[in-house]
């Protein structure tokens, strides 16, 4: 296979032509837009099978590409310093993160600011500075001369240059003109203009254009060889369009810099800038190589690691054929790491594309990489469905370290998984003893969540609440406490004024819902009690997994009534715990849910495998009953008087208005057991007939023309 044809590009790349400039010039840095779009939620489980848009602390399949690379850096070139950066997201807790997270908490050069507004500028901030750095630097300017080239500078690259006859007094100032006008070409296209101008300064008097000037020609070069490989709606075009002859003057470019300058302040952008026209070049092994080097020696805390990261996402990984030609190069365990795990996802429909045999040939390739090579293979034996003590053989037991790397957390955090897999009486106490070296920003909660989720299998759901509990992850606890948790565990959590507010009322609201939707309404009228005279109302239901507010003040001080007289909830629950079958509690009970809100509303679902958190009987005893559940009981109970059933067909018939779908099932539209638990329009029809000729003078058959 030829290096420089193994690889097809799978769709138009955009390219910011005037992102291959840096600083020195003020140019912003090529961007290479990444990964997966939009959002979805996570699978609260520490497996990932499949590509999971929740990224986990560990290097696993379901990761986004980039998400491994940052881990792999990080555990080959490991900081000194803990990384703080809280990523909490009230859906995603502190045990998963998004690619947009995990960057946000990167490590960033300070940030300095111009103060003047860039707009469509091809200049950034960076390279204002460093014009005016060098400015204030040289000394030997007078004060026009430094106050007339920075006005020029904030002209340059960004609009027409009003020269306006400016001579500089003194030589070093004529030298920074020349410069600038040199630099005004290179931004109009002139690229020939540009490189005489910039030439003509290499041996200027002044240190920072002298070099900023044979540094140039790297950049001018690199310009000049995509200015034309774009298509019709301004995308690149691709590596085969871009001009030859311009890619081979910047590789000799960026030779002659570095001759002169092995230790120019340029240094590093001209060496990354090696991997630019190899790119260019299309010689896609040089290129693979050199990102290798790159991984190996890069750090993952910094933002020049996610720009790394999303650099070889989208010019490598994301290639027609770039597994095998990864495979092929024989020489890269880095890219190979990355391309094997993403090889790893499976799914019920899809078998696994990496076979043993030939991640076993593969083994000479690791030869210095020995445990991540046995964390590969244990990952696949994992994801194979092979048996626990073979990935227990390939993962010794290490929980009591007191700090790990993100492949030895890994390594741990894949043994607890086989344990688990094995139903091992000891698992718990190995994820007890994991937490002591687990950092707390993406580890603390992954080893948290393979706690809890053993002791939720185990019937120890009260440990996990237990004062002192080694469970400390909010989000973990909040998906349990709408779960799992028993009355008396809401209840001590509610009167728990240790824990955060949006846990505590989440429990309240848990407890509350609960009991009234599964018929425990005596328990309700005492708990109600529990909410405060000030709690909120008006924070709504549609983002509940993720808004700040839980509104539990509805259940004090919610709306009880429109068309339908109906006395507050407290007496309807009363009513009901007097008497389940009282035929007009249970229609205020039905218009409570409506008039507030909880059309479509449910709790957190658990995963359907006792290896997803919250999974298992529910903690409140009962079967819940929706609101078209209600209507039902009503309807069928002949007994019941004209008017409470005329009403009661008449909410059953509009729970499908206008859509034809129902709200009143308790269950989201988009809930696959929504179209299960629908009444078929035939019923419908039948509810709809009955109101209209059993009870034509109620206002309810006056007011209903259709059915739906």
Same mark, same amino acid.
């Given at each position: 296979?030829?290096?420089?044809?193994?690889?097809?590009?799978?769709?138009?790349?955009?390219?910011?032509?005037?992102?291959?400039?840096?600083?020195?010039?003020?140019?912003?840095?090529?961007?290479?837009?990444?990964?997966?779009?939009?959002?979805?939620?996570?699978?609260?489980?520490?497996?990932?099978?499949?590509?999971?848009?929740?990224?986990?602390?560990?290097?696993?399949?379901?990761?986004?590409?980039?998400?491994?690379?940052?881990?792999?850096?990080?555990?080959?070139?490991?900081?000194?310093?803990?990384?703080?950066?809280?990523?909490?997201?009230?859906?995603?807790?502190?045990?998963?993160?998004?690619?947009?997270?995990?960057?946000?908490?990167?490590?960033?050069?300070?940030?300095?600011?111009?103060?003047?507004?860039?707009?469509?500028?091809?200049?950034?901030?960076?390279?204002?500075?460093?014009?005016?750095?060098?400015?204030?630097?040289?000394?030997?300017?007078?004060?026009?001369?430094?106050?007339?080239?920075?006005?020029?500078?904030?002209?340059?690259?960004?609009?027409?240059?009003?020269?306006? =006859?400016?001579?500089?007094?003194?030589?070093?100032?004529?030298?920074?003109?020349?410069?600038?006008?040199?630099?005004?070409?290179?931004?109009?296209?002139?690229?020939?203009?540009?490189?005489?101008?910039?030439?003509?300064?290499?041996?200027?008097?002044?240190?920072?254009?002298?070099?900023?000037?044979?540094?140039?020609?790297?950049?001018?070069?690199?310009?000049?060889?995509?200015?034309?490989?774009?298509?019709?709606?301004?995308?690149?075009?691709?590596?085969?369009?871009?001009?030859?002859?311009?890619?081979?003057?910047?590789?000799?470019?960026?030779?002659?810099?570095?001759?002169?300058?092995?230790?120019?302040?340029?240094?590093?952008?001209?060496?990354?800038?090696?991997?630019?026209?190899?790119?260019?070049?299309?010689?896609?092994?040089?290129?693979?190589?050199?990102?290798?080097?790159?991984?190996?020696?890069?750090?993952?805390?910094?933002?020049?690691?996610?720009?790394?990261?999303?650099?070889?996402?989208?010019?490598?990984?994301?290639?027609?054929?770039?597994?095998?030609?990864?495979? =092929?190069?024989?020489?890269?365990?880095?890219?190979?790491?990355?391309?094997?795990?993403?090889?790893?996802?499976?799914?019920?429909?899809?078998?696994?594309?990496?076979?043993?045999?030939?991640?076993?040939?593969?083994?000479?390739?690791?030869?210095?990489? =020995?445990?991540?090579?046995?964390?590969?293979?244990?990952?696949?034996?994992?994801?194979?469905?092979?048996?626990?003590?073979?990935?227990?053989?390939?993962?010794?037991?290490?929980?009591?370290?007191?700090?790990?790397?993100?492949?030895?957390?890994?390594?741990?955090?894949?043994?607890?998984?086989?344990?688990?897999?094995?139903?091992?009486?000891?698992?718990?106490?190995?994820?007890?003893?994991?937490?002591?070296?687990?950092?707390?920003?993406?580890?603390?909660?992954?080893?948290?969540?393979?706690?809890?989720?053993?002791?939720?299998?185990?019937?120890?759901?009260?440990?996990?609440?237990?004062?002192?509990?080694?469970?400390?992850?909010?989000?973990?606890?909040?998906?349990?406490?709408?779960?799992?948790?028993?009355?008396?565990?809401?209840?001590?959590?509610?009167?728990?004024?240790?824990?955060?507010?949006?846990?505590?009322?989440?429990?309240?609201?848990?407890?509350?819902?609960?009991?009234?939707?599964?018929?425990?309404?005596?328990?309700?009228?005492?708990?109600?009690?529990?909410?405060?005279?000030?709690?909120?109302?008006?924070?709504?239901?549609?983002?509940?997994?993720?808004?700040?507010?839980?509104?539990?003040?509805?259940?004090?001080?919610?709306?009880?009534?429109?068309?339908?007289?109906?006395?507050?909830?407290?007496?309807?629950?009363?009513?009901?715990?007097?008497?389940?079958?009282?035929?007009?509690?249970?229609?205020?009970?039905?218009?409570?849910?409506?008039?507030?809100?909880?059309?479509?509303?449910?709790?957190?679902?658990?995963?359907?495998?006792?290896?997803?958190?919250?999974?298992?009987?529910?903690?409140?005893?009962?079967?819940?009953?929706?609101?078209?559940?209600?209507?039902?009981?009503?309807?069928?109970?002949?007994?019941?008087?004209?008017?409470?059933?005329?009403?009661?067909?008449?909410?059953?018939?509009?729970?499908?208005?206008?859509?034809?779908?129902?709200?009143?099932?308790?269950?989201?539209?988009?809930?696959?057991?929504?179209?299960?638990?629908?009444?078929?329009?035939?019923?419908?029809?039948?509810?709809?007939?009955?109101?209209?000729?059993?009870?034509?003078?109620?206002?309810?058959?006056?007011?209903?023309?259709?059915?739906?």
């Amino acid at each position: 296979m030829s290096a420089k044809a193994s690889l097809r590009r799978t769709r138009a790349k955009t390219i910011v032509l005037a992102g291959t400039l840096i600083s020195a010039l003020g140019l912003a840095s090529s961007v290479w837009a990444s990964g997966d779009s939009g959002y979805c939620g996570p699978d609260w489980r520490l497996a990932a099978p499949s590509y999971d848009c929740a990224g986990r602390g560990m290097l696993s399949p379901g990761n986004d590409t980039r998400i491994n690379m940052l881990l792999l850096m990080r555990s080959l070139r490991p900081s000194s310093k803990e990384n703080e950066a809280d990523t909490y997201d009230t859906a995603l807790g502190r045990t998963f993160f998004s690619w947009d997270s995990l960057t946000a908490s990167l490590q960033r050069p300070p940030e300095r600011k111009v103060e003047m507004e860039l707009g469509n500028c091809q200049v950034s901030a960076e390279g204002i500075l460093a014009f005016r750095d060098a400015l204030a630097a040289e000394k030997s300017l007078s004060a026009a001369d430094r106050s007339g080239l920075d006005r020029l500078r904030g002209q340059v690259g960004c609009s027409a240059v009003e020269w306006g =006859g400016f001579t500089a007094s003194s030589a070093p100032g004529r030298e920074y003109l020349a410069y600038l006008k040199a630099a005004d070409a290179f931004y109009a296209g002139d690229w020939a203009g540009a490189r005489a101008g910039f030439s003509a300064l290499t041996r200027a008097r002044n240190p920072w254009v002298a070099e900023t000037a044979r540094y140039m020609p790297i950049r001018i070069s690199l310009r000049a060889a995509v200015a034309d490989a774009v298509d019709q709606y301004g995308d690149f075009a691709g590596v085969d369009k871009a001009n030859d002859e311009a890619v081979t003057s910047a590789g000799k470019a960026i030779g002659d810099y570095l001759k002169a300058y092995p230790k120019g302040r340029y240094a590093a952008s001209a060496k990354g800038l090696i991997r630019r026209v190899a790119w260019l070049e299309n010689d896609q092994a040089a290129f693979a190589r050199l990102l290798e080097n790159e991984l190996a020696t890069q750090g993952g805390d910094t933002a020049a690691a996610a720009s790394l990261a999303n650099e070889i996402d989208r010019k490598l990984l994301e290639q027609d054929g770039a597994d095998a030609f990864i495979t =092929g190069l024989g020489n890269t365990p880095l890219l190979l790491t990355i391309s094997n795990l993403k090889r790893m996802r499976s799914s019920a429909v899809e078998a696994m594309p990496l076979s043993a045999s030939e991640l076993a040939a593969q083994k000479n390739q690791f030869s210095a990489y =020995g445990d991540l090579y046995g964390f590969l293979l244990a990952t696949r034996a994992f994801q194979a469905q092979e048996q626990p003590a073979t990935i227990l053989r390939l993962l010794p037991d290490a929980a009591r370290e007191s700090r790990y790397t993100p492949l030895a957390f890994s390594r741990q955090v894949l043994r607890g998984m086989a344990l688990n897999r094995a139903s091992d009486p000891n698992e718990a106490g190995f994820w007890r003893e994991l937490l002591g070296g687990s950092a707390p920003t993406f580890q603390r909660p992954l080893v948290e969540l393979g706690l809890a989720t053993r002791w939720q299998r185990g019937a120890k759901l009260a440990d996990i609440f237990a004062p002192g509990s080694p469970v400390t992850d909010t989000t973990t606890r909040e998906l349990l406490l709408q779960t799992r948790a028993t009355p008396a565990i809401l209840r001590a959590t509610v009167k728990d004024t240790s824990r955060p507010a949006r846990e505590r009322d989440i429990a309240l609201f848990s407890l509350l819902f609960k009991q009234l939707n599964h018929g425990a309404y005596a328990d309700s009228t005492r708990d109600l009690a529990l909410v405060p005279a000030d709690a909120d109302n008006r924070a709504g239901l549609w983002s509940f997994d993720d808004q700040a507010t839980i509104p539990v003040g509805l259940f004090r001080k919610g709306n009880w009534a429109d068309v339908f007289s109906c006395p507050a909830l407290d007496r309807t629950a009363a009513a009901l715990a007097s008497n389940p079958r009282d035929r007009k509690a249970q229609l205020c009970l039905g218009d409570f849910y409506r008039l507030n809100g909880f059309d479509g509303f449910r709790l957190f679902r658990p995963g359907p495998t006792a290896d997803y958190l919250g999974y298992g009987p529910d903690g409140v005893p009962g079967k819940a009953l929706s609101r078209e559940g209600l209507y039902n009981e009503i309807i069928a109970d002949r007994s019941a008087s004209a008017d409470l059933r005329a009403y009661a067909l008449y909410r059953a018939v509009m729970c499908y208005a206008p859509s034809g779908y129902s709200d009143c099932l308790g269950i989201a539209r988009n809930d696959p057991d929504s179209d299960a638990a629908a009444a078929p329009q035939s019923r419908r029809k039948a509810w709809f007939t009955e109101l209209k000729q059993r009870y034509p003078d109620s206002q309810w058959a006056k007011d209903l023309r259709y059915y739906w």
